[in-house]
């Protein structure tokens, strides 16, 4: 470690990476003699995890450290020069693979931000440790704080004595991130979770129907209670069940009936290509990974298009949820979740199951993690990639002739699905023949309740009565994306300029003497304050990702590609409250900053920073140049939750998301050279008794002239003969 350059004040551990990599020349890295034969952006498998915790439990005791507990090991991925250099084959060889290990030292209340250096031997490449930083909650976090609850002497004398509970398999305890966010004692040092607690009628019993009016704070390093909140006032556990558990929810209401099989059979199997985690489908070619905090990532997305692969995205994940709750009363003015800083959405992902969550030809991906012990932990099935029939893609009917074109639109789905205590969040990446690329977030899952604040009722004030006691708050979901766009650009993007797009109506006047003029207005963000903008759906809005450097063959004007947002609400707390102040990302819909390989995360690397706020409000402060630049795009986008008693026991879907299409980046349709093609396995359902008239038959012609299925006969792309010409258009 002598050797290595010490980091200038504030360079994170991927700078210093970085500084660490070119310093040895990037195309002529040195890897140990028996690398793993492993692409460099793949997942840690289970045995460099293992050696990972190898390396940092010896370096541990070489150093007398007591202990340690690790929060995560995950691949580093090599920094964009490198991978770019890789891509484009000007390395000799790939670059080293390395683990980024976050480690904590209970004893001392420490962090330790590990790189380790994998194949043989292996070695600590960067060892920091540092005070005031607390990394996410993982999952042997919350069953040890679950676990701490139910065995704290106090907690139990409260259940017994205020609630009649002695049975603690019947009691739940939902553990939130508290931290240094909340806690207002400086002096106080730890891991503090605030919980919050339910009760159950039966082992499989929805314990949200059953909350307590208490909350228990703790510090997961000492296995301690700190504290314990309640009302003051006799409180009535809402006593109705509400059930989503088949086995429960059968003996509330019975199953409706009628409801026939729908297979989806492909004879032939699925038209994507899986080489480990590369992809190919209907010439989109990408490559995924995964990992602890983002799970699911996108790499290297490219379209082909007249003989070669045109890059379009470098790399694009969900960065970021906040989650927060618009209840004031105490102790609910600290309720805010972050989703991903706090809990990680790889930690937090399913095992999806065959049939139930995927329907169709399934290639499923396992996701390999670490527990608290360093050891690998595997998740089978945590993505799952299928296509479906996604209805038409175009159609048209030449009413003169009778002649009819379409072509079904077709999708590749990646999506995985992750549990964030009472939420299901579904993350669904879409890839459309046309170009297209989509990203829809399904929000499910249990309502979080609470029972009725003193002096609140019968109905509650910030949220919704569920029944009888039982409330749901008010809430919003604000999501960030990373977008880390390439727009025909092989070296990732390089060169590219985001500008804004607003329809406005034209001045009345001799250009518009009618009134009915309107036109698309485009301005270019050319630093990072001015690309602080919000959705506006009055105006049409959307934004450009452009590469001047590129252009339309037909039309000579710059590639594109354009951010089509969803409608968002603005964030309701007050920018003077906790929530607006670290959630500040979501205050605007889109932020734009040079790419850097320390920034990765809108709301900060850690949920508690040790030199304070960390993210887009502060990079974006510095009013960076970002046009004809190496730039990454930041969408934050939401839903306001104003539950509803049919969200009630478990919520059917919302969803929010946003678009990707091309501009100017193709010369055409390109989902011109699909084939025409008829579903021979659909049917027709005859309904007896059906209206009787007069039916237009296809005619001779027409059936002869059949360019959807090349076959003479009777098909979905004819019609009977022309109709006559009428003065309608």
């Excluded at 009413?399 to 999506?415: A, F, I, K, N």
């Excluded at 678009?659 to 050279?673: R, Y």
């Excluded at 359902?685 to 076959?711: E, F, I, M, W």
Aim: include cysteine.
């Amino acid at each position: 470690m002598a050797s290595l350059t010490k980091p200038k004040p504030h360079v994170g551990v991927v700078d210093h990476l970085v500084q660490l990599i070119t310093a040895t020349g990037s195309r002529h890295l040195r890897l140990p003699a028996e690398a793993p034969a492993a692409h460099p952006l793949d997942p840690l498998s289970p045995d460099e995890i293992s050696q990972a915790s190898a390396i940092c439990n010896r370096h541990a005791a070489d150093k007398g450290l007591p202990a340690l507990r690790y929060n995560a090991i995950t691949l580093q991925e090599p920094p964009k020069t490198l991978q770019l250099q890789f891509e484009a084959g000007l390395l000799t060889q790939p670059p080293p693979r390395q683990a980024l290990c976050i480690i904590e030292l209970p004893n001392l209340f420490q962090v330790a931000q590990v790189l380790v250096n994998l194949g043989t031997p292996g070695s600590v490449a960067l060892w920091q440790q540092a005070e005031g930083i607390q990394p996410m909650v993982s999952a042997d976090d919350t069953e040890e704080a679950e676990e701490i609850v139910a065995n704290d002497p106090g907690v139990r004398k409260i259940l017994r004595e205020r609630y009649g509970i002695t049975d603690m398999s019947m009691v739940a305890a939902d553990p939130w991130y508290y931290g240094d966010r909340y806690v207002s004692d400086p002096s106080l040092k730890g891991r503090f979770i605030q919980c919050f607690m339910y009760m159950r009628n039966a082992p499989q019993d929805n314990h949200y129907a059953h909350p307590l009016d208490l909350v228990v704070n703790l510090e997961l390093h000492s296995r301690r209670v700190l504290d314990c909140f309640m009302h003051d006032r006799p409180f009535a556990i809402p006593p109705t069940n509400a059930n989503f558990v088949a086995s429960l929810a059968q003996q509330e209401r019975p199953w409706r009936t009628g409801l026939r099989p729908l297979n989806i059979s492909q004879p032939e199997g699925p038209s994507f290509e899986v080489a480990g985690n590369a992809i190919s489908w209907q010439k989109w070619n990408m490559r995924i990974s995964f990992n602890y905090r983002e799970g699911l990532v996108l790499h290297h997305v490219g379209y082909e298009d007249q003989g070669r692969v045109r890059p379009i995205m470098h790399r694009g994940s969900l960065v970021e949820i906040i989650v927060p709750y618009g209840d004031p009363r105490h102790p609910f003015e600290k309720k805010c979740a972050y989703d991903i800083v706090d809990y990680g959405l790889g930690f937090t992902s399913n095992s999806l199951e065959l049939g139930c969550d995927c329907l169709g030809h399934i290639q499923y991906f396992d996701a390999v993690l670490n527990n608290s012990k360093g050891e690998p932990w595997i998740i089978k099935k945590a993505v799952c990639m299928h296509e479906e029939d996604h209805g038409l893609l175009w159609k048209h009917v030449e009413y003169r002739t009778g002649h009819s074109e379409s072509r079904r639109s077709r999708r590749l789905v990646l999506s995985f699905i992750a549990t964030v205590a009472n939420y299901e969040y579904g993350f669904y990446w879409y890839f459309y023949q046309d170009g297209g690329i989509q990203y829809e977030v399904k929000l499910t899952g249990c309502l979080s309740t609470n029972g009725l604040s003193a002096g609140e009722g019968p109905e509650p004030t910030h949220g919704t009565l569920l029944a009888p006691g039982l409330n749901a708050q008010v809430h919003q979901h604000f999501f960030c994306a990373r977008l880390d766009m390439a727009v025909d650009d092989p070296q990732g993007g390089a060169a590219i300029t985001v500008t804004e797009v607003n329809v406005e109506s034209d001045p009345e006047g001799p250009l518009n003497p009618y009134g009915v003029g309107f036109s698309a207005h485009e301005t270019e963000l050319q630093t990072e304050l001015a690309a602080r903008r919000r959705v506006d759906p009055s105006k049409s809005r959307v934004w450009k990702i452009k590469n001047y450097n590129s252009r339309n063959s037909m039309t000579g004007a710059p590639v594109s590609y354009k951010l089509v947002p969803a409608p968002s609400p603005p964030l309701y707390a007050l920018p003077t409250s906790s929530h607006a102040r670290r959630g500040i990302f979501a205050t605007r819909n889109l932020w734009v900053t040079p790419h850097s390989e320390d920034e990765s995360y809108p709301a900060g690397f850690h949920p508690l920073q040790a030199h304070g706020a960390d993210g887009l409000e502060q990079w974006t402060s510095l009013d960076r140049n970002i046009a004809n630049a190496d730039c990454v795009i930041w969408h934050a986008f939401g839903v306001t939750h104003i539950p509803r008693i049919e969200d009630w026991p478990v919520m059917p879907v919302e969803t929010t998301g946003f678009w990707l299409k091309p501009v100017n980046f193709f010369d055409a349709n390109p989902g011109l050279d699909i084939p025409p093609e008829k579903n021979g396995a659909s049917r027709e359902v005859k309904v007896q008794g059906q209206q009787s008239g007069v039916y237009r038959q296809p005619t001779a012609a027409a059936s002869s002239d059949c360019n959807h299925c090349n076959k003479e006969e009777t098909c979905c792309n004819t019609s009977g003969p022309a109709p006559k010409a009428t003065s309608k258009m």
